[in-house]
């Protein structure tokens, strides 16, 4: 790719394709090693964006693709967090998209932001570095984007994380359905009552904000002991959805001590990729969802237990190729 680029002869594509399943693709290839190290990967796509554009969506993955393998590699706790927005809007049919990939990791000293795309060079070149790498994967993002009609530019803290923008031109696509992508009684679940529980501060955010835009009423609990506060305390409450993993009483127990109320309210629960609870606990959940969740079967699994007329969603498989790390 790098003598490719070198010699002029890197040609970026025209053609069509769905934004969201493309970074949901990117999401499903890393949310294996990011449970492995504990990280919270999370993705927010706006909802101005329009779903289907015009460019070369193998170059583009590719970009984010280096991104995040980085922001995973330098971050040993935390989050790491892609955000995809409309930065401007060029003509009717054209627009720039901003993409930004943030991590809790190591960062960058602020003499070191200047070589980060320079061909084979490291930020940290010592015979003992603990990290490895050609060096060459920043330098082709910065081409490819520049390729694509864009920007990059980093943001970073020494010790509290760095964050990677970049936009890109495109265009938008005339193939807009993206109505048809969300199911059709969508309005039927407005003005439900849901309680979502993460100790995550972006991920609640970020789930208050998608059931927002679903006109769903939300209340939010950093732990399970506030979750059961707020369930005790408001009888309205239509649906919990909380995170598997929390210190202190993880959402196993917090199902549980649900169930074990006057008036128990379904339970989503938002594991990662590899974790067995519902082999563990059947009957528990109203569904599992494997993060980072995608935006339909969330919707599926929210409608399937508080739409008009109730439906079993089937669990979401995992890909048949993972191995089951738990020996």
């Given at each position: 790719d790098f003598s490719k680029i070198e010699s002029g002869k890197m040609d970026i594509e025209e053609e069509d394709f769905d934004l969201r399943q493309s970074i949901e693709e990117i999401m499903?290839?890393?949310?294996?090693?990011?449970?492995?190290?504990?990280l919270d990967l999370i993705y927010q796509i706006d909802f101005n964006m329009p779903r289907y554009v015009i460019g070369d969506s193998l170059r583009l993955k590719q970009v984010i693709i280096n991104l995040i393998n980085n922001a995973i590699k330098f971050t040993s706790k935390g989050e790491v967090f892609i955000k995809v927005f409309l930065s401007q809007n060029i003509s009717d049919n054209e627009m720039e998209i901003g993409f930004s990939v943030k991590d809790t990791g190591i960062g960058i000293p602020e003499e070191k932001l200047s070589s980060l795309f320079k061909a084979f060079s490291q930020v940290?070149?010592?015979?003992?570095?603990?990290?490895?790498?050609?060096?060459?994967?920043?330098?082709?993002?910065?081409?490819?984007?520049?390729?694509?009609?864009?920007?990059?530019?980093?943001?970073?803290?020494?010790?509290?994380?760095?964050?990677?923008?970049?936009?890109?031109?495109?265009?938008?696509?005339?193939?807009?359905?993206?109505?048809?992508?969300?199911?059709?009684?969508?309005?039927?679940?407005?003005?439900?009552?849901?309680?979502?529980?993460?100790?995550?501060?972006?991920?609640?955010?970020?789930?208050?904000?998608?059931?927002?835009?679903?006109?769903?009423?939300?209340?939010?609990?950093?732990?399970?002991?506030?979750?059961?506060?707020?369930?005790?305390?408001?009888?309205?409450?239509?649906?919990?959805?909380?995170?598997?993993?929390?210190?202190?009483?993880?959402?196993?127990?917090?199902?549980?001590?649900?169930?074990?109320?006057?008036?128990?309210?379904?339970?989503?629960?938002?594991?990662?990729?590899?974790?067995?609870?519902?082999?563990?606990?059947?009957?528990l959940f109203s569904a599992v969802l494997v993060k980072p969740v995608k935006q339909n079967q969330l919707l599926k699994s929210i409608y399937a237990q508080v739409g008009d007329r109730k439906e079993t969603v089937e669990a979401q498989k995992e890909p048949a190729n993972l191995l089951n790390t738990d020996f």
């Amino acid at each position: 790719d790098f003598s490719k680029i070198e010699s002029g002869k890197m040609d970026i594509e025209e053609e069509d394709f769905d934004l969201r399943q493309s970074i949901e693709e990117i999401m499903d290839m890393f949310s294996q090693k990011a449970a492995e190290q504990h990280l919270d990967l999370i993705y927010q796509i706006d909802f101005n964006m329009p779903r289907y554009v015009i460019g070369d969506s193998l170059r583009l993955k590719q970009v984010i693709i280096n991104l995040i393998n980085n922001a995973i590699k330098f971050t040993s706790k935390g989050e790491v967090f892609i955000k995809v927005f409309l930065s401007q809007n060029i003509s009717d049919n054209e627009m720039e998209i901003g993409f930004s990939v943030k991590d809790t990791g190591i960062g960058i000293p602020e003499e070191k932001l200047s070589s980060l795309f320079k061909a084979f060079s490291q930020v940290d070149s010592s015979t003992t570095r603990k990290y490895g790498g050609s060096g060459l994967g920043l330098i082709i993002s910065e081409r490819l984007v520049k390729l694509m009609g864009g920007n990059v530019w980093v943001e970073s803290k020494l010790g509290e994380g760095s964050t990677f923008n970049f936009t890109i031109q495109t265009k938008l696509s005339h193939n807009q359905d993206a109505g048809a992508a969300l199911l059709p009684g969508i309005s039927n679940i407005a003005g439900k009552k849901v309680l979502i529980v993460d100790d995550n501060k972006t991920n609640l955010l970020i789930l208050k904000t998608q059931l927002e835009h679903w006109k769903l009423e939300t209340i939010t609990s950093a732990s399970a002991k506030d979750a059961l506060q707020t369930l005790s305390e408001d009888r309205n409450l239509d649906l919990v959805i909380s995170d598997m993993e929390m210190p202190g009483m993880d959402g196993a127990g917090l199902a549980k001590a649900i169930k074990e109320m006057p008036h128990p309210v379904p339970v989503i629960i938002l594991s990662s990729i590899g974790d067995t609870s519902r082999k563990k606990y059947p009957g528990l959940f109203s569904a599992v969802l494997v993060k980072p969740v995608k935006q339909n079967q969330l919707l599926k699994s929210i409608y399937a237990q508080v739409g008009d007329r109730k439906e079993t969603v089937e669990a979401q498989k995992e890909p048949a190729n993972l191995l089951n790390t738990d020996f």
